[in-house]
């Protein structure tokens, strides 16, 4: 990395999932406000949901989700019938019936979940939404947590895409992570996948971790090639102790540094290229064949929470303890808290406790940053308009780009912006320019590369 790209890389910005993002959000908004917006989602466009399961078996130290470690399945079984009931509560609120294109199961570990418990939320998940036949309907797998016999069940309610946590092959690092994950492992959940008939399949590898050198992540991908996933995601390691108390359990003199950092993802992407990847956005790859790929011939990528994706639905409905949805309206949030969770759903409140109302200056905002981070192109006087906007209302975030374009991260014509490949590591410090609400934002996110 050349060294005057360092200060860009050292900066702590946010992921850019959502705009406002999470900082953002305030105890504004709560039941109350999400009900009247449940009320208000139209019934004539297919929406997604998300179902968050926050259960893991074991803790791995760099973990940045929301997760709780459990012994008895009973905690599990407990949560499961609150999210029953959150579903009946939000259907209820519902204006009517909606039809559902895009279904996601993340954690935590959804698979900590029984076959038969899963077979029964699917159903009733299906029972007050038409799933279209051909929604997408994936889910987050820890590979040491997958049976054959899960494999199965995931197919038969339906699962067309999974996600596989894969990080790092290596044992030393695996150690230090505390993750101890063997390539047979993978291979045998990548196969029982498959042999299922679940054929989309993803790896979320990572850079940046304890101990980790670019022969390491070039070891990785080569091992994880060999298993033919559709995607992979390449994501740097985000160091938030101050946030996640147990990544203190990872000595941060192990941790590489931002040079390091830079060339493994840069090992990464040129290895995956090399390889006949296409590269999306500045931590995804994809198979030319695999719907992501096309999405960036046919202009129609997407980012959301769970990152790039092809999921054109303005609605996200989410379930679950800390779960985020998205309406037309705003992001609300479930309380990550599950003491809270329960309490609430308990006593049949919807168990939001906060989120965002979306203003029509940050609606413009929001689409300029998504058109950064996807298409790689701002053409700022036709956005503004299209919102109902001056030509010119984001020229002073333009100008802040200045620095970027002088080292060549982005190119600037008129009112237009394209980021350069060079600029395509730097999204996040080019989106930044663009969000009005970054100031006093330090230690909250992690480095930008
Ligand atoms: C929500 S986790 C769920 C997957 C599943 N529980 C597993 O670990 O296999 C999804 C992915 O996020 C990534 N991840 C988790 N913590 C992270 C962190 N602190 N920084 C960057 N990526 C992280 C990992 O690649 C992980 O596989
Ligand atoms: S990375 Fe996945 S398996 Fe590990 S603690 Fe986090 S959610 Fe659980």
Request: charged share 25%; proline share 4%; net charge negative.
């Amino acid at each position: 990395m050349q060294d005057k790209y360092q200060k860009y890389a050292l900066m702590e910005v946010p992921r850019y999932t959502s705009y406002p993002t999470a900082a953002q959000f305030h105890d504004g908004i709560g039941k109350t406000q999400y009900r009247s917006w449940l009320a208000g989602i139209g019934t004539g466009k297919p929406v997604s949901l998300y179902f968050h399961l926050p259960f893991c078996m074991q803790l791995c130290w760099y973990c940045g989700c929301n997760t709780t470690i459990v012994n008895e399945y009973d905690r599990v079984a407990d949560y499961l019938s609150l999210l029953r009931h959150e579903i009946e509560m939000v259907t209820a609120a519902l204006p009517g019936r909606l039809s559902v294109s895009h279904i996601h199961f993340g954690g935590g570990t959804p698979t900590i979940v029984s076959s038969p418990d899963f077979i029964d939320l699917m159903a009733q998940v299906r029972d007050v939404f038409d799933v279209q036949e051909d929604a997408e309907i994936a889910i987050e797998i820890d590979p040491r947590t997958v049976t054959e016999a899960m494999a199965k069940t995931l197919a038969r309610v339906g699962i067309n895409r999974a996600s596989l946590g894969v990080q790092d092959f290596s044992t030393h690092i695996q150690a230090k992570i505390n993750r101890v994950q063997p390539f047979h492992v993978v291979e045998s959940v990548v196969n029982w996948l498959r042999g299922a008939g679940i054929k989309d399949i993803n790896f979320d590898l990572m850079y940046g971790l304890p101990s980790q050198t670019s022969h390491d992540v070039r070891r990785t991908i080569e091992l994880s090639l060999t298993l033919k996933p559709d995607r992979i995601a390449v994501f740097g390691y985000a160091h938030v102790p101050w946030f996640k108390k147990h990544q203190n359990m990872i000595k941060e003199e192990e941790l590489p540094t931002v040079l390091e950092r830079f060339s493994q993802a840069v090992t990464a992407s040129d290895l995956l290229k090399e390889k006949g990847y296409r590269e999306i956005g500045f931590d995804h790859y994809a198979r030319p064949e695999d719907s992501l790929a096309k999405a960036i011939d046919d202009n129609t990528l997407r980012r959301n929470f769970q990152g790039y994706t092809t999921d054109n639905t303005e609605v996200l409905i989410g379930f679950g303890a800390s779960s985020i949805g998205s309406t037309s309206n705003g992001f609300s949030q479930n309380s990550p808290d599950l003491g809270k969770y329960r309490t609430m759903v308990k006593a049949g409140q919807l168990p939001v406790v906060r989120g965002v109302a979306l203003t029509k200056d940050d609606r413009l905002r929001s689409a300029a940053i998504e058109k950064v981070m996807t298409d790689m192109y701002l053409d700022s006087a036709s956005l503004c308009v299209d919102f109902s906007f001056d030509e010119g209302y984001l020229d002073d975030a333009l100008d802040l780009m200045a620095g970027l374009e002088h080292d060549g991260l982005v190119i600037r014509e008129g009112r237009s912006i394209t980021v350069t490949e060079e600029g395509r590591r730097f999204m996040r410090n080019i989106a930044v320019c663009l969000d009005s609400y970054q100031k006093d934002s330090k230690g909250r996110h992690s480095a930008a590369v």
